[in-house]
C-alpha cells in the first residue's frame, strides 16, 4: 500500500485499561485539522456518517473530549451485499491552555465535519499599543 493510501486509513483508539466500552463498536481517533486564525484556533474532525444528534462535546478542566456515534445506512427494501466502509465510533480528546475562551466555543456539524470554533481569550489576542509623545 502506498504512503498516501497509508494516511487514509482510519485510526482505531487505544483504550486505557482502566476504561470500560459500553459499546461492542471498534473507537477510532478521527483525522483532525487545526487552523488558527487572529482570534480563534478552528478545529475540522472528520467523522464519518456523524451528525449533529450524533456528537458529544464535554469540557472538563483543560480537556476537551469530542465523541461521535455513526449509525449505518439503511435504505428500505435492499439488504447490504457488501460493505467496504466499516462503522465505528469517534473519540478525541485536546488539551485547552488558558489562550482559550471556554465560555465561547461554538460547533456545528455538517457532511460529517465537525467544525469547532474555538475563540481566544482577551489577553491572547493581538493588540496595538499607542505609543505617546514622552
Same mark, same amino acid.
Given at each position: 500500500?502506498?504512503?498516501?493510501?497509508?494516511s487514509?486509513?482510519?485510526?482505531?483508539e $487505544?483504550s486505557p485499561?482502566?476504561?470500560?466500552?459500553?459499546?461492542?463498536?471498534?473507537?477510532?481517533?478521527?483525522?483532525?485539522?487545526?487552523?488558527?486564525?487572529?482570534?480563534a484556533?478552528?478545529?475540522?474532525?472528520?467523522?464519518?456518517?456523524?451528525?449533529?444528534?450524533?456528537?458529544? &462535546?464535554e469540557?472538563?478542566?483543560?480537556?476537551?473530549?469530542?465523541?461521535?456515534?455513526?449509525?449505518?445506512?439503511?435504505?428500505e427494501?435492499?439488504?447490504?451485499?457488501?460493505?467496504?466502509?466499516?462503522?465505528?465510533?469517534y $473519540?478525541?480528546n485536546? $488539551?485547552?491552555?488558558?489562550?482559550?475562551?471556554?465560555?465561547? &466555543?461554538?460547533?456545528?456539524v455538517?457532511?460529517?465535519?465537525?467544525t469547532?470554533v474555538?475563540?481566544k481569550?482577551?489577553?491572547?489576542?493581538?493588540? $496595538?499599543?499607542?505609543?505617546?509623545?514622552?
Amino acid at each position: 500500500m502506498s504512503e498516501k493510501g497509508t494516511s487514509l486509513k482510519k485510526r482505531e483508539e $487505544q483504550s486505557p485499561a482502566d476504561t470500560e466500552r459500553t459499546r461492542e463498536r471498534r473507537t477510532y481517533v478521527p483525522a483532525t485539522d487545526i487552523h488558527e486564525r487572529e482570534d480563534a484556533l478552528v478545529l475540522l474532525v472528520d467523522m464519518p456518517g456523524v451528525d449533529e444528534k450524533n456528537v458529544d &462535546i464535554e469540557l472538563e478542566g483543560g480537556t476537551l473530549t469530542i465523541s461521535g456515534r455513526a449509525e449505518p445506512d439503511t435504505v428500505e427494501g435492499f439488504r447490504r451485499a457488501l460493505a467496504e466502509y466499516e462503522l465505528g465510533d469517534y $473519540q478525541r480528546n485536546f $488539551q485547552l491552555s488558558d489562550e482559550v475562551n471556554r465560555d465561547g &466555543i461554538e460547533a456545528s456539524v455538517r457532511d460529517g465535519v465537525l467544525t469547532l470554533v474555538l475563540p481566544k481569550s482577551e489577553k491572547t489576542k493581538p493588540r $496595538q499599543i499607542e505609543v505617546k509623545r514622552g
